[in-house]
């Protein structure tokens, strides 16, 4: 099983997991087989705190793929998870017209298309 099947196979399982670096201790998003800070070759699968900000993020309104054309608009997000990564993910859940960027957002496990698993992230309820 390569690493972009390790990551999915986690989430299949409910955990939400990336790579850390048992050298240097920083993690790493996507998983890479070196770590991109020091270069060192061992690392392992870790579970992050899941929290993250909104770093910057776009609603989609055109329904470029047609699996998502009925969830047009949706919102796809550049989260920057507490261990340091950017990630890209959607939005979920939103009820503000504008999300602020610095906004404090959760990762939670959503079934996508075809029903696996994806990491999506939520703000924490009430105005943000
Ligand atoms: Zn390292």
Redesign the pocket.
């Known amino acids: 099983m390569n690493l972009h099947e390790e990551y999915w196979a986690n989430l299949e399982q409910g955990e939400f997991k990336i790579r850390r670096?048992n050298?240097?201790?920083?993690w790493q998003f996507p998983a890479m087989t070196r770590?991109q800070?020091?270069?060192?070759e061992d690392?392992s699968w870790q579970k992050p705190s899941g929290r993250g900000q909104v770093w910057s993020w776009i609603k989609v309104h055109k329904p470029y793929f047609k699996d998502y054309a009925d969830e047009v608009p949706y919102l796809v997000a550049m989260i920057k998870l507490e261990e340091g990564p950017l990630m890209i993910s959607s939005l979920t859940d939103v009820k503000v017209p504008v999300v602020k960027c610095g906004t404090p957002v959760s990762m939670v496990i959503k079934k996508g298309r075809g029903g696996k698993p994806m990491p999506y992230f939520q703000m924490p309820s009430g105005p943000a």
């Open positions: 670096c050298q240097c201790s920083k770590c800070h020091c270069l060192g690392l």
